[in-house]
């Protein structure tokens, strides 16, 4: 039994209601929403500003630790740390980062699924801010619009690129796809490695997660057998 007294949340998921701590939320991956939860003051800030703020705090979690920033390897660090969270790492939650993307008239009537795999991702756990690197693999039947190649990539990176948990990663670019496509046929398949369970907790090194979105025609066992033999 639980104590009274903890604070609970429910995650309601296929008309399923369960309750969770907020440490067994972070522990088991579970996420709440298919939007990175940010605030409306989000971007009140400038970057600037942020990596100004962000070098500071960081600064005070390495002198909590008792690491010595007058040492010459540690100086730089928080500076480091915050230029890289802002330009880098977590810039896909800024949306002036999203990637511009035309939309060209699909003329050579290609009517089959377009696949693009082994698209290479590092992002990072929301849970406990450590790498989840993987592999991307999206296709879609184009609706009559087609888009460049290397877009596909972008969108992965972009969304990739923010604090993460892989179910919300997957179903983000689907959705993104969805929208600039104008289409539902789109799929999304991404096999990835979490260090929080590599390098941490159960330390096992040697799973990977699976995730997939299969939307509208993509939806059927013979499309699905289809774009699991080109994954092969
Ligand atoms: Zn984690």
Do not use: W
């Not at 008309?15 to 003051?41: A, Q, Y």
């Not at 104008?182 to 096992?204: F, Y």
């Amino acid at each position: 039994m639980r104590e009274s007294n903890t604070m609970l949340y429910r995650i309601e998921e296929n008309n399923l209601l369960s309750e969770f701590t907020i440490e067994e939320i972070g522990d088991d991956h579970l996420f709440s929403s298919l939007e990175t939860p940010l605030r409306k003051d989000a971007f009140m800030m400038s970057s600037q500003e942020k990596k100004e703020k962000i070098a500071s705090l960081f600064k005070e979690i390495m002198q909590v630790m008792g690491l010595d920033l007058n040492d010459d390897s540690l100086k730089g660090t928080p500076k480091r740390v915050a230029k890289m969270y802002i330009d880098e790492i977590f810039s896909g939650l800024d949306p002036k980062n999203k990637p511009k993307i035309a939309l060209f008239d699909n003329k050579y009537q290609y009517n089959q699924m377009l696949v693009e795999k082994n698209i290479q991702f590092y992002s990072n756990c929301e849970h406990h801010f450590v790498p989840i690197m993987g592999k991307a693999h999206v296709a879609y039947i184009s609706s009559g619009k087609v888009i460049g190649l290397s877009k596909l990539n972008r969108i992965v990176q972009y969304y990739a690129q923010r604090p993460q948990v892989q179910e919300r990663l997957t179903n983000q670019i689907a959705n993104e796809l969805k929208t600039i496509l104008q289409t539902e046929n789109v799929a999304v398949i991404i096999d990835a490695k979490h260090l929080c369970v590599s390098s941490r907790g159960v330390k096992d090194d040697s799973s990977t997660t699976i995730t997939s979105y299969y939307g509208g025609e993509f939806n059927t066992p013979e499309k699905i057998n289809e774009l699991q033999n080109y994954l092969k």
